[in-house]
């Protein structure tokens, strides 16, 4: 089976650093995602991480700890237009373009 | 390039009518996928495909769903009858093998209300 948790909603301020944690149980790992998708639209995909460490990209980072079934989304200079949910996903297999795993999202709010 | 096109965008009808979801990949993708998403549920995982043959369709809710991909750009979810608890947004999404990351790519999604 598969669980992956993250935390429902997050409240951070405009130029601010805001960390959104995920964790997950998976049987087979081969990989995980981070999307964000705004309120009434399409997910967008922000990040991929397949080994440990830390993957940075612009204002946006994402690490993985395989061991610990552990990633966390980093946004700095936070602005109001991440406002948005944001969605961990673990692809399972090995092979191929098997499907990603959702969890339900954490829906961050950016106040001024 | 044109993305994931899904139609309708939006779509009422009462329970037990027909409803037929649309989407066409992005050209060249291999890998067609069918997500459900509500708020109690998130993204759920329906169907997909690869090079137009099901692989696993173990989501479908039950028999009232079907799912169809007669050629490589195109895609049908079925509901028949539909009922209220079908309301929710149906997304599909497509990806290639050529990708390193293999990530998803969504269409816009069609929101389903069924009365």
Request: glycine share 8%; aromatic share 12%; with cysteine.
């Given at each position: 089976?598969?669980?992956?948790?993250?935390?429902?909603?997050?409240?951070?301020?405009?130029?601010?650093?805001?960390?959104?944690?995920?964790?997950?149980?998976?049987?087979?790992?081969?990989?995980?995602?981070?999307?964000?998708?705004?309120?009434?639209?399409?997910?967008?995909?922000?990040?991929?991480?397949?080994?440990?460490?830390?993957?940075?990209?612009?204002?946006?980072?994402?690490?993985?700890?395989?061991?610990?079934?552990?990633?966390?989304?980093?946004?700095?200079?936070?602005?109001?237009?991440?406002?948005?949910?944001?969605?961990?996903?673990?692809?399972?297999?090995?092979?191929?373009?098997?499907?990603?795993?959702?969890?339900?999202?954490?829906?961050?709010?950016?106040?001024? | 390039?044109?993305?994931?096109?899904?139609?309708?965008?939006?779509?009422?009808?009462?329970?037990?009518?027909?409803?037929?979801?649309?989407?066409?990949?992005?050209?060249?993708?291999?890998?067609?996928?069918?997500?459900?998403?509500?708020?109690?549920?998130?993204?759920?995982?329906?169907?997909?495909?690869?090079?137009?043959?099901?692989?696993?369709?173990?989501?479908?809710?039950?028999?009232?769903?079907?799912?169809?991909?007669?050629?490589?750009?195109?895609?049908?979810?079925?509901?028949?009858?539909?009922?209220?608890?079908?309301?929710?947004?149906y997304f599909c999404a497509s990806s290639s093998t050529l990708v390193n990351t293999g990530e998803l790519f969504f269409g816009e999604g069609s929101r389903l209300t069924v009365l």
């Amino acid at each position: 089976g598969q669980n992956i948790d993250q935390p429902t909603e997050m409240t951070a301020t405009e130029g601010a650093i805001v960390q959104i944690n995920c964790t997950y149980q998976t049987s087979g790992f081969n990989g995980l995602f981070w999307y964000q998708q705004h309120a009434g639209e399409a997910p967008t995909f922000l990040s991929y991480n397949v080994l440990d460490g830390l993957e940075e990209k612009g204002r946006f980072s994402s690490f993985l700890s395989r061991s610990k079934g552990y990633s966390y989304l980093l946004l700095k200079e936070l602005q109001m237009k991440d406002s948005a949910s944001y969605l961990c996903a673990v692809r399972r297999w090995n092979s191929g373009n098997t499907p990603l795993v959702f969890g339900k999202g954490t829906r961050l709010s950016v106040i001024a | 390039d044109a993305g994931v096109i899904q139609s309708p965008r939006h779509e009422v009808t009462e329970m037990g009518q027909e409803v037929t979801l649309r989407c066409k990949p992005i050209s060249g993708h291999d890998y067609l996928f069918w997500y459900r998403q509500t708020m109690m549920r998130g993204l759920e995982l329906l169907i997909y495909f690869n090079n137009n043959v099901p692989i696993d369709d173990s989501g479908m809710p039950e028999d009232r769903f079907s799912a169809k991909m007669p050629n490589a750009s195109f895609s049908t979810l079925k509901i028949q009858p539909s009922e209220p608890r079908d309301s929710a947004v149906y997304f599909c999404a497509s990806s290639s093998t050529l990708v390193n990351t293999g990530e998803l790519f969504f269409g816009e999604g069609s929101r389903l209300t069924v009365l």
